[in-house]
């Protein structure tokens, strides 16, 4: 019974810290030219998986090249932007989303003997940690690009 107990409590434990914050991340867009003509990698920030174009572009429309650059941005923005952004795209609940990725984080963390072992073989060198692991997993390989919540208002 009392091993029951130990088990039981970190998974509430993990639903009960995940479940009401939203989840803020810095994502790799794509690849693409910068003005010097060079190719680069381009970041972006995603709430609850939704790629945000506003927390992070400059006046130009052009994202970020480094993930420390595309952090500070957002936290820079992130005040003044989050509620008119919930209000113009279509981001999950903070709830729904937080306990979807409990419940995928204590399944993957289950499997992870089975698992893990094949995301290593299949995956680059430089990409072999156990936080990506559950990055690949939990939150998939690309975030979702942003809908509009009502697009003939916004238009």
């Given at each position: 019974m009392k091993i029951c107990?130990?088990?039981?409590l970190p998974v509430c434990l993990l639903f009960i810290f995940?479940?009401?914050?939203a989840s803020y991340r810095v994502v790799h867009l794509s690849k693409g030219v910068d003005a010097n003509g060079e190719v680069r990698d381009f970041y972006?920030?995603?709430?609850?998986?939704?790629?945000?174009?506003?927390?992070v572009i400059n006046e130009r429309g052009e994202y970020p090249e480094?993930?420390?650059?595309?952090?500070n941005i957002f936290q820079t923005r992130?005040?003044?932007?989050?509620?008119?952004m919930?209000?113009?795209?279509?981001?999950p609940n903070n709830f729904g989303y937080g306990i979807v990725r409990s419940l995928l984080a204590v399944g993957f963390l289950a499997v992870s003997p089975v698992t893990y072992p094949l995301y290593v073989s299949s995956?680059?060198?430089?990409?072999?940690s156990f936080g990506r692991y559950f990055d690949v997993m939990v939150f998939g390989p690309n975030p979702r690009m942003p809908q509009l919540r009502d697009e003939f208002t916004n238009f």
């Open positions: 107990r130990f088990a039981v995940n479940s009401g914050c972006g920030v995603a709430e609850n998986n939704v790629v945000i174009p506003e927390y480094d993930v420390k650059q595309a952090w992130k005040e003044k932007l989050s509620s008119s919930r209000e113009k795209y279509v981001i995956s680059p060198k430089g990409k072999r």
